[in-house]
């Protein structure tokens, strides 16, 4: 069997190529910018999420609260550029999420330059994100993000005395982080 395609194909089916927005305070926009990667399976036959940690040595297996599955995760930008990527290069998907996939790829790489830390290269990321999965439910739009740049207002997200919170990861396509009211000076 050949073991890289089946994980395509699995992937297909129930991964999520992911770009979160979570308001920061330490970020140069006020925003931090956050690609994973992750699929997700029954606790009962997650073995495939194992095998998929084992072979690309990287990412995490955490329970998903949402919806009572293992998630296998992978979020450090070095490992998504070095080993994520490369396998959807090798074997890419058969649905239109490879365009989702390129995307993603494109993103990480701007992030692994740095070019998040420029406004154009912020900009560029918030757009191609917002073009991943047209049809998946967004709180925010990339227009409200970028809009908060040009105003030059800090966006910021608390939660009382815990401090900031993560955002729940995407079920598919992009997550946008919720958004508080712009701090006073």
């Keep these: 069997m050949d073991l890289n395609s089946y994980i395509s194909g699995f992937v297909d089916g129930e991964g999520c190529f992911c770009v979160s927005f979570q308001p920061s305070k330490r970020h140069r926009f006020g925003w931090e910018v956050r690609p994973s990667f992750s ?21 995490f297996i955490r329970p998903d609260r949402s919806d009572k599955t ?15 990527i490369p396998h959807f290069r090798s074997y890419p998907l058969m649905s239109s999420k490879q365009a989702d996939v390129d995307r993603f790829a494109s993103i990480c790489q701007l992030v692994s ?6 406004l154009k290269g ?64």
């Design 122 to 185: 912020f900009e560029t990321i918030v757009r191609l994100a917002m073009e991943m999965n047209p049809s998946g439910k967004r709180k925010y739009f990339g227009s409200e993000i970028l809009d908060s740049l040009r105003s030059g207002e800090r966006i910021v997200c608390a939660t009382g005395n815990r401090g900031y919170h993560e955002v729940p990861t995407c079920t598919n396509g992009v997550t946008i982080a919720p958004l508080s009211r712009p701090e006073t000076q």
């Design 39 to 59: 699929v997700s399976q029954n606790a009962e036959r997650a073995e495939l999420l194992h095998v998929i940690q084992k072979s690309w040595k990287c990412g």
């Design 113 to 118: 330059e740095g070019k998040h830390l420029e």
């Design 70 to 84: 293992l998630k296998f995760e992978v979020r450090t930008i070095g490992d998504l550029v070095s080993k994520v």
